[in-house]
T-cell receptor
Framework: AQTVTQSQPEMSVQEAETVTLSCTYD???????LFWYKQPPSRQMILVIR??????QNATENRFSVNFQKAAKSFSLKISDSQLGDTAMYFC????????FGAGTRLTVKP | EADIYQTPRYLVIGTGKKITLECSQT?????MYWYQQDPGMELHLIHY???????EKGDLSSESTVSRIRTEHFPLTLESARPSHTSQYLC????????????????FGEGSRLTVL
């Protein structure tokens, strides 16, 4: 089974600053999808951004962008202009047949 | 946002009881998943399904069972609940990758928080 590793259990950033969350994964597959999901305290999982492995171009969604390095099996999330509402658990996920998640990174945005 | 529903939202039961957590989705998705998540911790895949009459085991499947008799319904059953089952259980669904290339994603329910005394 695929494994997803998030090596940063907790991170913090000042409001309006930029922060990067790291994610690596292990797979022998060539075509797959990668995701970042956000889980605010006591709330539902929310899709932040999605990347298809067959696309070389990095995905972007407003203030959120990824740095996808397929050969290195790395998939980091950059949040620009951090807002207080970005405070949440962030999960990196890998999808081929099923969907596997990393352990999560708790991000706190400080005013 | 998503049309996926879980019941009950909260449940407190005694050890040894049999419980079924319900999950229904109205999006016609073939793939459905159950995850176990302790508060603020990682998600562990319990079971998943590719469609009707399909069930697959995840990493934590040994103490629970699922069924997929209808596309929209994917219940999770614990035959004999134990305190170690105390956790949040998240149900999710998705389309097949080939049907929505570039748009595939998991839709999550609000979760069922289980406490076993």
């Amino acid at each position: 089974a695929q494994t997803v590793t998030q090596s940063q259990p907790e991170m913090s950033v000042q409001e309006a600053e930029t922060v990067t969350l790291s994610c690596t994964y292990d797979t022998s597959e060539n075509n797959y999808y990668l995701f970042w999901y956000k889980q605010p305290p006591s709330r539902q999982m929310i899709l932040v951004i999605r990347q298809e492995a067959y696309k070389q171009q990095n995905a972007t969604e407003n203030r959120f962008s990824v740095n996808f390095q397929k050969a290195a099996k790395s998939f980091s999330l950059k949040i620009s202009d951090s807002q207080l509402g970005d405070t949440a658990m962030y999960f990196c996920a890998f999808m081929k047949g099923d969907m596997r998640f990393g352990a999560g990174t708790r991000l706190t945005v400080k005013p | 946002e998503a049309d996926i529903y879980q019941t009950p939202r909260y449940l407190v039961i005694g050890t040894g009881k049999k419980i079924t957590l319900e999950c229904s989705q109205t999006m016609g998705h073939d793939k459905m998943y159950w995850y176990q998540q302790d508060p603020g911790m990682e998600l562990h895949l319990i079971h998943y399904s590719y469609g009707v009459n399909s069930t697959e085991k995840g990493d934590l499947s040994s103490e629970s069972t699922v069924s997929r008799i209808r596309t929209e319904h994917f219940p999770l059953t614990l035959e004999s609940a134990r305190p170690s089952h105390t956790s949040q259980y998240l149900c999710a669904s998705s389309e097949w990758l080939y049907r929505v290339p570039g748009r595939v994603r998991l839709f999550f329910g609000e979760g069922s928080r289980l406490t076993v005394l």
